[in-house]
């Protein structure tokens, strides 16, 4: 299990390094100024050749690329162009922020997914599989700025039972956990949670199919096992693949979910995201990108330990 | 107790009422603005996101030496004294000038505002070697106040400025400087660790800490700051001018880029304000009760021709025909009226107007006339390209006036076909100019902009010295007669001899039409109805500190 462990931990280091890589040059690679948010067009060229010395934009990529990446693994990701204030600072708040929408989202939609998964696998081709079928597909196709948009129309426009954006009567610092501070999570979090609902549903769905015609199955009900010993049978042989789904959908919605958290304005990494691409604040939008991919990348190794913890045979191979 | 005695009970009920409405003369007033920036803008004094950051961090927060007069709404706003009482260049070197600042102007910490601070916040911009130089603030400010060099200490309450050559201007480009507290900085410096011994960091980390706690000399005074979600400010009951101290007790600022996002706000009861509501849901908003105001702002939405060799706009006609083409009328109707029709950089009645020749106008006969004298048709159209953004700030809504716009012109035997780009490629492409690859050929471009100053208005398109890649002469133009007046405008230090002059330099270009002008932009916003005092000026600003609540 350790070597097994450190095998996987030793695979993640390039992985890590290449997304670091990738990140810088998509970012430099992008057309447009890096200066454009504290620079306006009409400045002069003079201005603007100070200012690139002044930022350092004015070295070869490779020093650029070598000076983040050193500072970066001694935790230092810089400083925003636009705000001054620490890139860290920024994205470990907009970090902490997302993932408490996208947990309750992911837990909202494994839920209800694996719920209409289950009851759409074992009651296949009926009515109740139909209705479930239909919920899943119309989760996994529905716009979800879209939804979230019709939400804010219904339960605040118009029945004014919901705030419709922000986090929190007085922001994200002063967040508890009361009903004051948890109506402004609910839209954006339901909103959040269909598309993992729809995609655990479906997953799970053709998990129980598949196991329920499995011959053990039918050793196990020929052995006189009742129908909630074969359930919990099923449930074990789903789990390992249902949880990988969680976890990949979990790390989906940590960093993609730009679209809802405009519509909400829920101060998370994809409204940070959002406003570095259009500021091209370039030392925000590489730490962002950067602390997401490892982030991605931890929760992976996370899950395929978890899962060879439920699975063993998992690790043999 | 048993109130049966109607007297008592009379007297119970104006005891209630005594104190209910007791209470609520002492409510807190609290005016809740959304605007449209994704986050909050720069709070140390010199703001970014555009003027919507002097709109909403500045001006309530800050005073600069001079400011613009926000208190009219049917004329444009023009330049009055703020922080300095009077001003005059030197008549040997007009280089310097002579600024007088107001006396007894405290900032919000307390501390005096004076010749010393003054030259603090001219040196934060422009002293690389001041130990409060701050170059992210350069961009915003250095280019708003190109010819500014440095400043004196002549006593307590005289300072000197000096710029790289005469130049009238620049009391108008001095709204942008605002004054931030030199003490409440030299605090925050103070408590940077010692670890930190980079002068450059040392300075760059008080700064961020400035921003958190900002102290200037305006109305309103930060109380709280949450990076990107909200800035909430108090009332400032010692302001120095008695006009404008609040009646407001407290401003909270939400940063809502999604337009939907802002509307939703509004109508559900979470903010007061909002800035560009969607239009769409105007009529929802004006049925709820809210009240919606607009006046045309000194923007510009154009297209900007070049003036290459090989460019069809270097034939007058065509240029004169585009402008004669432009269903303007037909484009407010579009727009749901929140537009302003612009015959030139600036309308009839603003003191640079001047008396061109050319009045442009929709009279689609006279533009084929011209187009016809110019050897095209409807067999034979004239091919231009333009490059156009999808979005951006200011550009109101580019592809669908754009579109309307071509399916103008092709009544006038043009055939126009667009570049689309994304909006920031466009606006770095603005400087870089016709010439480069980037502009892909294009004929013109589509980049609306501010016309608050001669320089930003005029000067910077059509000078030849402001040519790429010195300005925002994109299609290099150039007229000796044009950078002749500039030359007068910006050595002519009476303010009405100098208006007299910008609007000979105003009526030459309309003459000249080195532009297609089509919209100014109306600023429009939605405020409740209990928000009173509202004067929403011919200004991309307005005035919270005059403004009260029921």
Known sequence: MISYLIRRVLYALPIMLGVAFLCFMLVHIAPGDPLMSILPPDASVDLQKQLMELYGFNRSYPVQFFSWVWRAVHGDLGSSIATGRPVAQEVFKAV???????????????????????????????????????????????????LGMVLVIIFSSQLMWLPATGAGPDGSSSWIWDFEHIKYLIMPAVTMSFIPMGI????????????????????????????FGVFRHVVKNCAPTAMAVMGLQLGYLLGGSILIETVFSWPGTGFLLNQAIFQRDLPLLQGTILVLALFFVSLNLLVDILQTVFDPRIERA | MKLSNPSALTLACALAFGLLS????????????????????????????????????????YDSLTQWDLSKADKPSEVIPDLALSWAVDTKDKTKWIFKLRPGVKFHDGSAFNADAVVWNVNKVLDKDAPNFDPSQVGVTASRMPTLRSAKKIDDLTVELTTSEPDSFLPINLTNLFMASPLQWAKKLAAVPGTVSDKAERAKQAWAAFAADASGTGPFKMTKFVPRERLELAKNSEYWDPKRRPKIDKVVMLPLPEANSRTAALLSGQVDWIEAPAPDALDTIKARGFKIYSNPQPHVW??????????????????????????????????????????????????????????????????????????????????????????????????????FMQQNLKACFFDVQFDVIEWNTLYTNWRIGAKDPSAHGSDAVNISFASMDPFFAMVRFVSSKAAPPVSNNWGYYSNPEVDAIIAKARTTFDAKQRDALLAQLHAKIVDEAPFVWVAHDTGPRAISAKVKGVVQPQSWFIDIATMSMD
């Not at chain 1, 909202?108 to 009851?119: D, S, T, Y």
């Not at chain 2, 003369?25 to 010199?46: C, F, N, S, Y």
């Open chain 1, 200 to 227: 655990i549903a479906r997953t799970v769905r053709a998990l129980v199919a598949d196991i329920l015609s499995q011959e053990f199955v039918i050793g196990l009900k020929a052995r006189g096992l009742g129908e």
């Open chain 2, 302 to 403: 154009p297209w900007q021709l070049s003036f290459l060799p090989g460019s069809p706009w270097l034939d007058k006609r065509v240029r004169y025909a585009a402008n004669l083409c432009v269903n303007r009328p037909a484009m407010k109707q579009l727009l749901g009226g929140l537009m302003g029709e612009a015959t030139g950089t600036v309308e009839p009645g603003h003191p640079w107007r001047g008396n061109p020749s050319f009045h442009i106008k929709y009279d689609p006969d006279s533009a084929r006339k011209l187009m016809t004298e110019a050897g095209y048709s409807a067999a034979k159209p004239l091919k231009v390209k333009v490059q156009i953004s999808a979005s951006g700030s200011g550009q109101m809504q580019p592809l669908s006036m754009n579109e």
């Open chain 1, 96 to 146: 902490g922020n997302t993932l408490m929408l996208a947990a309750l989202a992911t837990l909202i939609g494994f839920f209800f997914g694996a719920l209409f998964g289950f009851v759409a696998g074992y009651f296949r081709n009926s009515w109740v599989d139909k209705i479930a079928s239909f919920i899943s597909v119309v989760g996994v196709s529905v716009p979800h700025y879209w």
């Open chain 2, 22 to 61: 007791s209470a609520g003369a002492h409510a807190e007033k609290v005016l809740r603005i959304a605007m449209t920036a994704g986050d909050i803008p720069r709070t140390l004094g010199q703001p970014d996101q555009g003027f919507e950051g002097n709109r909403f961090t500045g001006i309530p927060m």
